[in-house]
Antibody, heavy 116, light 111 residues
Framework: EVQLVESGGGLIQPGGSLRLSCAAS????????MGWVRQAPGKGLEWVSL???????FYADSVKGRFTISRDNSKNTLYLQMNSLRAEDTAMYYC??????????WGQGTLVTVSS | QSALTQPASVSGSPGQSITISCAGT?????????VSWYQQHPGKVPKLMIY???NRPSGVSYRFSGSKSGTTASLTISGLQSEDEADYYC???????????FGGGTKLTVL
């Protein structure tokens, strides 16, 4: 059974850092396109970052230079390192697997709140 | 990155059919058959309903169908049921950034 379990969210002050983790089971992270989608309170879905099986990455303009996506093959886990956090980064962050450019599996989400 | 354009809201009565549009460009919807649709109930995780424009994942009701014409994709829900009331998002591969882009979302109300 495919499962994605996120962790690492929480309350953080502006300018701070957090690392989100997404532990995968039932498939291999490094053989798939993986990414992070966020949803601000009451707003729509937004792709934050993608990590392709070959190692290439994509970042939304709003997080470029501040966020870094990575994976640990030995742990079958995807990460999102978030630095210089801003109030506008407050959102539910979902880990997702891409299949033919569609997100066929999603984690339950982890909430990030940036506030002083 | 520009989002795909969806109507903010649509509504229909039980048993009726509704269609949600998703307008893109020649760099995304118009050029590739990588359009997908998601259903999201309040407080829940998005669920994939359609991929590759018109394919349904296993377990998704036949009442959900997708299509595309030019740079606009559409999701049609037939035989509306109360449990269909949710937010719906379209998504497409885009060669502008070699990534994926979402629409702004459409709130479906079942009257």
């Amino acid at each position: 059974e495919v499962q994605l379990v996120e962790s690492g969210g929480g309350l953080i002050q502006p300018g701070g850092s957090l690392r989100l983790s997404c532990a995968a089971s039932g498939f291999t992270v490094n053989s798939n396109y993986m990414g992070w989608v966020r949803q601000a309170p009451g707003k729509g879905l937004e792709w934050v970052s993608l990590l392709f099986s070959g190692g290439n990455t994509f970042y939304a303009d709003s997080v470029k230079g501040r966020f870094t996506i990575s994976r640990d093959n030995s742990k079958n886990t995807l990460y999102l390192q978030m630095n210089s956090l801003r109030a506008e980064d407050t959102a539910m962050y979902y880990c997702a697997r891409l299949f033919r450019w569609a997100s066929d599996y999603w984690g339950q989400g982890t909430l990030v709140t940036v506030s002083s | 990155q520009s989002a795909l354009t969806q109507p903010a809201s649509v509504s229909g009565s039980p048993g009726q059919s509704i269609t949600i549009s998703c307008a893109g460009t020649v760099s995304d919807v118009g050029a590739y058959n990588y359009v997908s649709w998601y259903q999201q109930h309040p407080g829940k995780v998005p669920k994939l309903m359609i991929y590759d424009v018109s394919n349904r994942p296993s377990g998704v009701s036949y009442r959900f169908s997708g299509s595309k014409s030019g740079t606009t994709a559409s999701l049609t829900i037939s035989g509306l049921q109360s449990e269909d009331e949710a937010d719906y998002y379209c998504s497409s591969y885009t060669d502008t950034t070699i990534s994926v882009v979402f629409g702004g979302g459409t709130k479906l109300t079942v009257l």
